[in-house]
């Protein structure tokens, strides 16, 4: 109900109609996974330099379908973030604009449920951009895969410490690791941690 009243009022800000499929019933069994890499950890001092998603339909992931773009950041790369995903300014001199890649994700998005790791922040990230363009955030519905993990293991082991970090989520999942901290590697990786859960006898994804 909160999150009807919620995009009641979001739809009434859109700026542009062409977006109001953004608010249609989605797809029952589609969802996009995504990533985002970022100058640094700030929404609002930082950038995004690169988007990468997945579509996830039924139990499969169609990696026929992605999208990859990389983005020119208007603020400076901070060194720490460099470490993390090794994306260097000179990489990104051929990048694309935010406001072009904005609006070619929503295109590929479309109405589909949003999946990711750290979800709350590359949404808020995506949001920065979107707000100002067309007057709305993300109104597409999220599963956030550390909750849905921590759900699933309290399940089985109540009143335990559970470890909510990437790694430790794919080694107990034994998910196959690729190269991780690459946007498009990490939607990969998490869209097989949300299938391995969400066809868990009890974990239930609506």
């Known amino acids: 109900m909160f999150r009807k009243i919620q995009n009641y009022f979001n739809k009434k800000n859109l700026k542009d109609e062409k977006y109001l499929y953004l ?6 069994d589609e969802y996009v996974c995504f990533d985002c890499e970022t100058t640094g950890l700030s929404v609002e001092n930082d950038d995004i330099i690169s988007i990468g998603a997945v579509l996830i339909k039924g139990n499969r992931i169609v990696s026929s379908k992605k999208f990859v773009k990389f983005v020119k950041p ?8 460099i470490k993390v ?14 406001a072009v890649v904005i609006e070619e994700f929503l295109e590929f998005v479309g109405n589909r449920k949003l999946v990711g790791y750290f979800l709350e922040f590359d949404v808020a990230m995506v949001n920065k951009y979107l707000k100002p363009k067309i007057g709305i ?3 597409n519905k999220t ?4 909750g849905i993990y921590h759900d699933y293991k309290i399940e089985k082991i109540p009143q335990s410490n559970i470890d909510l970090r ?9 998910i196959p690791e690729m190269g991780k901290h690459d946007a498009y590697n990490d939607a990969i990786m998490t869209a ?8 868990q006898p009890k974990v239930k994804i609506k």
């Open 23 to 28: 608010f249609d019933t989605p797809t029952s």
């Open 74 to 81: 208007k603020t400076k790369l901070q060194i720490e973030a």
């Open 85 to 98: 995903h090794h994306i260097r300014e000179m990489d990104l001199e051929e990048a694309e604009d935010i």
């Open 137 to 139: 955030k993300l109104p």
């Open 143 to 146: 599963y956030e895969v550390s």
């Open 166 to 174: 990437f790694d430790a989520i794919m080694k107990d999942l034994q």
């Open 192 to 199: 097989m941690m949300f299938l391995k859960l969400k066809n």
